[in-house]
């Protein structure tokens, strides 16, 4: 299956809900008036792009369809296409050129982290990188675990240590055995919940700090996973993580199991970080690289 079918299939939901009802108001007026607009904005909002984002959006289709001269409500769907796409596009790509360059993955617990990470592993070996893991979510032994299935099934190194251990003595031992073995990738996965949330901002910052004490030039993506099934509770979970640390991409999961795919604009405009991968099923080849035009079709295709 192509990208973009993969993609499509996985924003079924979505589109389903959105691009229905965005055709339903374009053909309802005869001409484009403030009515239309707003009832496209409620559609925006009814997808989970927010308030703030929701009004931009539409801001921005007002001026070009005055810019364009457009008259006929017709055009309307196709041109929310194009600002969507405009909306989106930032620098979307990993930045993992460095040896060794490293992963930091985090986000509340049942987000699909563990599960990106075999995914992505799996990528990266796929296009010949080697790829070492570190379980640094030692809070309960269970993570350490399920991370360990996931690199017997990928077939790549593992560090762990005992539950309860300190995940940034992991996190160096990870990188150490990553500098013996010269790995390419070095992907750390980290604990959702500690005793408090306090803990667990602390925690992560002390990983950053030892990653980047010890690999000081070396490229390091700091991917914060949501889930988009939670919608607007994906955009405040961002926040508070973005004062833990400087988050670099976002990976949006479980697109497939959801109508709220209009979150992805929401992360993208309000937080200004870029979704650099999204999950759109269970599978190993479930993991894509994020493109704005491809999401924008994706959301809107007839
Ligand atoms: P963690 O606690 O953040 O490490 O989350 P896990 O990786 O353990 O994932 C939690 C659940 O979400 C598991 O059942 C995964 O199979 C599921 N999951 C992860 N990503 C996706 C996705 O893109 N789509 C779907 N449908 N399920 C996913
Ligand atoms: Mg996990």
New binding site residues.
């Given amino acids: 299956m192509g990208l973009f079918s993969k993609i499509s299939q996985g924003l079924k939901k979505t589109r389903d809900a959105f691009s229905g009802a965005v055709s339903g108001i374009v053909s309802s007026f005869t001409k484009i008036d403030d009515e239309l607009f707003e009832e496209l904005e409620e559609t925006l909002v009814l997808a989970d792009t927010g308030m703030p984002t929701a009004s931009k959006i539409c801001e921005k289709l007002r001026e070009r369809v005055k810019q364009e001269r457009i008259t006929d409500p017709s055009q309307i769907k196709q041109l929310l296409q194009a600002v969507i796409c405009e909306t989106l596009e930032m620098d979307n790509s990993l930045h993992l050129n460095t040896q060794p360059s490293l992963v930091l993955v985090i ?10 990470i075999g995914k992505l592993a799996n990528r990266l070996k796929s296009e010949g990188k080697s790829v070492i893991l570190g379980a640094a ?1 030692t809070f309960r032994a269970a ?1 350490a675990e ?1 991370l360990e299935i996931w690199a017997d099934r990928v077939q790549v190194p593992i560090v762990r240590h005992q539950e309860g251990s300190d995940p940034a003595a992991v996190v160096f031992d990870t990188i150490v055995a990553a500098k013996a073995k010269k790995s390419d990738v070095i992907i750390v ?1 980290t604990a ?1 919940r500690l005793h408090n949330k306090k803990n667990l901002m602390e925690e992560l910052a002390k990983i950053t700090r030892v990653a980047r004490r010890e690999l000081p030039d070396c490229d390091m993506e700091v991917l914060l ?1 949501l889930d988009a099934t939670t919608g607007q509770n994906a955009v405040n979970q961002a926040r508070e993580f973005q004062h833990a640390a400087q988050i670099t991409g976002i990976v949006l ?5 959801t109508a709220r795919g209009g979150v992805v604009l929401a992360i993208h405009d309000e937080l200004g970080v870029p979704v650099k991968l999204i ?4 599978q190993m080849d ?2 894509q690289d994020f493109s704005a035009a491809d999401f924008a079709a994706a959301m809107l295709g007839a």
């Fill in positions: 986000g509340v617990n049942g987000v699909g982290k563990t599960t990106t979510d993570a399920q996965d959702g996973v999961t479980k697109l497939d199991g999950g759109v099923g269970e479930d993991l």
